[in-house]
């Protein structure tokens, strides 16, 4: 199967308490401030992370609109996560299509450092598998997440991810240990049957 104009996520839908959009012209400032505020938050865990490395608000609107132009063309999807009721950031997922033809993704996840622990990504990331198995009819999704994420792993095992093995790190982490990634995936015939 080939990529094409009807596998092109949709770039605004809503849950019970958050509204998931694509980044547009205008977000510079506020991708900037989320990422200054969540710099220390994101290091252990997520150090090549866009928001680690964003060196203001003019470069943040550069990479902002180049988001928005990889969402068109449908190479990455970054998805910001909003609360409906203040339309403050909370984080955000990210899906790439690893394999068009197999319809295989990545999805990824950060949380803003004050939304933690309120059930927002997981909200989110359980909107996103919808649109993927439900709407694109994606026949696999993956993810890597640190063995030491405890949070991480719990979330994506209750949206029905299961563990399928480790993967090794070429880097350490910045106390310099070496540690493994844990390979979680979920198929179609998984997701409708859970």
């Known amino acids: 199967m080939k990529k094409g104009a009807d596998q092109i996520l949709t770039k605004y839908v809503e849950t019970e308490r958050l509204y998931l959009r ?4 205008g977000d510079g400032p506020m991708y900037y401030a ?3 505020r969540n710099r220390d938050h994101l290091a252990e865990f997520e150090p090549d992370n866009v928001l680690m490395h964003l060196k203001g608000e003019k470069h943040a609107e550069t990479v902002v609109t180049g988001l928005a132009a990889d969402w068109t063309a449908g190479d990455y999807f970054f998805i910001g996560i909003f609360e409906k009721a ?7 997922v990210y899906v790439e299509p690893t394999n068009w ?3 295989e993704f990545t999805i990824g996840f950060v949380a803003d450092v004050h939304c933690e622990g309120r059930g927002y990504v997981s909200e989110a990331v359980s909107r996103v598998l919808e649109m993927l198995f439900e709407d694109l009819g994606v026949y696999l999704v993956k993810s890597e997440c640190s063995e030491n994420n405890s949070r991480s792993l719990r979330l ?22 070496i540690n493994r990634d844990c390979l979680y995936v979920l198929s179609q015939k998984e997701y409708l049957n859970r």
Do not use: H, P, S
């Open 156 to 177: 994506l095992e209750r949206c029905g991810f299961r563990r399928e093995g480790y993967v090794q790190k070429d880097a350490g982490n910045a106390d310099g240990l």
């Open 34 to 36: 989320a990422g200054i």
């Open 22 to 25: 694509a980044y547009k012209a």
């Open 86 to 92: 203040t339309n403050k950031w909370c984080g955000q």
């Open 101 to 103: 033809e197999l319809l």
